[in-house]
């Protein structure tokens, strides 16, 4: 199901009639290509170009009776140009048009899917650098752990999607492979110049082997990446799911003027958009798996493939650019609460600050275990008691022979966890 706000540019690679343009410039080419061989004579070329169409609604009612959709386009086509259409699909077959169409489609989406990672690029890195210093508190297995900055999350996504760009440009290249050498594969009926020239038409390599079908390792490799695209969005989302519950409230998504958030509690601003980024992840990692099932075929072909590629591929790239531009939004009109990021900060009253007392001991020649035990003795007690863990640490007498109160007080400075800000942003953006 393509979803309610998915973006046209997206569908319109899918529609009927794109992908019925594609089968005929293709059958156009090789038409082109065995004149030049002296295979067609040029006035049946020039004939063919003239007149060669289609009606979709003509299509459909030749597949009611042929049962099928090439054979029911190429009839139609053939009405239209008569006589010369002898020579069209000549000595090709059926998966010469559709893979080597699926190619062009799959590269079309691709292109778009790569400007909409690099426009989330953009926001990620404005981001990165506006909250660069704003400070909040790390979290490892959702509990308190040390201060970060909400610039750090922002960077972090940045260097995950830039990889994601990288993997998508490789999966283009690994999809742009079509294929016109007949029913197994062999060429008979038709040369290897043919293939060369339609896919070079096409921005296409000439696969080096094929069965009746490209292979479809190539196909998984693409599904599997758009899964992994998905899956960084999934992680994006999930963090501001995180970050905008009651308990924590330190950022949140945009909420418009009239929104509703529950039909029965007139107070609730849900999370709701990136919800649905979470739920949308979840079908194409679904989907990249039936395109790695696809994988295994019979033989030099069967058709298991073809009725779960028309679902795969279609709704895996509109779902994917729908994703990548709802969460470029969110993160663009994200609010983001700064004062409640300090108030959490706080709220474990200074345990954040217990390995660099660790260290300090350590260093001061007792063993790290000792020092452990003497740390972790007073981080319990904060826990147990809701004491202050540096009044605790102050009182600590085994703690103070070992170290001064300038020792202590250095152990408890926020800018020894964040001095190295700069290096980290150098390393993401250079």
Not at 88 to 109: C, F, K, N, P
Not at 168 to 174: L, V
């Amino acid at each position: 199901m393509i979803p309610r706000y998915a973006r046209e540019e997206m569908v319109m690679i899918w529609e009927p009639e794109n992908r019925f343009n594609k089968w005929l410039k293709i059958e156009i080419l090789a038409c082109e290509a065995l004149a030049k061989l002296g295979e067609i004579p040029e006035n049946a070329l020039k004939n063919i170009k003239e007149k060669a169409g289609f009606d979709i609604k003509r299509i459909d009612e030749i597949e009611k009776v042929t049962k099928h959709d090439v054979i029911a386009f190429l009839t139609c086509v053939g009405e239209y140009v008569g006589e010369d259409s002898r020579y069209i699909h000549m000595g090709l077959t059926s998966s010469d048009i559709l893979d080597t169409s699926l190619a062009v489609l799959m590269r079309e989406a691709s292109d778009i899917i790569i400007e909409d990672i690099k426009r989330l690029l953009s926001i990620l890195k404005k981001k990165a650098y506006q909250y660069k210093e704003t400070v909040m508190v790390g979290r490892t297995h959702g509990i308190h752990a040390e201060p970060v900055t909400f610039g750090m999350k922002m960077a972090l996504y940045y260097d995950e999607m830039t990889r994601n760009l990288s993997r998508m440009e490789k999966a283009k290249d690994t999809i742009s492979y079509g294929k016109i050498s007949g029913a197994v594969g062999t060429f008979p009926f038709i040369p290897p110049y043919v293939e060369e020239y339609v896919c070079k038409k096409c921005q296409l390599s000439p696969a080096p082997i094929s069965t009746q079908v490209i292979q479809r390792d190539r196909h998984a490799e693409y599904l599997t990446t758009l899964a992994i695209i998905a899956g960084s969005i999934d992680k994006i989302a999930t963090e501001i799911r995180h970050l905008q519950r009651t308990e924590v409230y330190e950022a949140e998504e945009f909420f418009s003027g009239g929104q509703k958030g529950s039909s029965a509690m007139p107070h609730k601003r849900n999370p709701v958009l990136s919800e649905n980024l979470s739920g949308l992840a979840r079908v194409i990692r679904a989907n990249s798996l039936a395109a790695l099932e696809n994988i295994p075929l019979w033989h030099e072909r069967d058709i298991s493939h073809s009725s779960v590629e028309r679902i795969i591929v279609p709704d895996s790239t509109i779902i994917v650019d729908f994703m990548l531009n709802r969460l470029t939004g969110i993160i663009d009109k994200l609010l983001v609460y700064p004062e409640n990021m300090l108030k959490n900060l706080k709220l474990t009253r200074g345990l954040i600050y217990s390995q660099g007392l660790l260290i300090r001991l350590a260093r001061k020649g007792i063993s790290r275990e000792q020092a452990y035990r003497m740390v972790q003795r007073n981080a319990m007690k904060v826990w147990e008691e809701g004491a202050d863990f540096r009044d605790l640490v102050s009182k600590d007498e085994s703690i103070m022979k070992i170290l001064t109160e300038d020792e202590i007080k250095d152990c408890f400075d926020m800018n020894q966890y964040l001095r190295r800000i700069d290096e980290i942003f150098e390393r993401v953006f250079g």
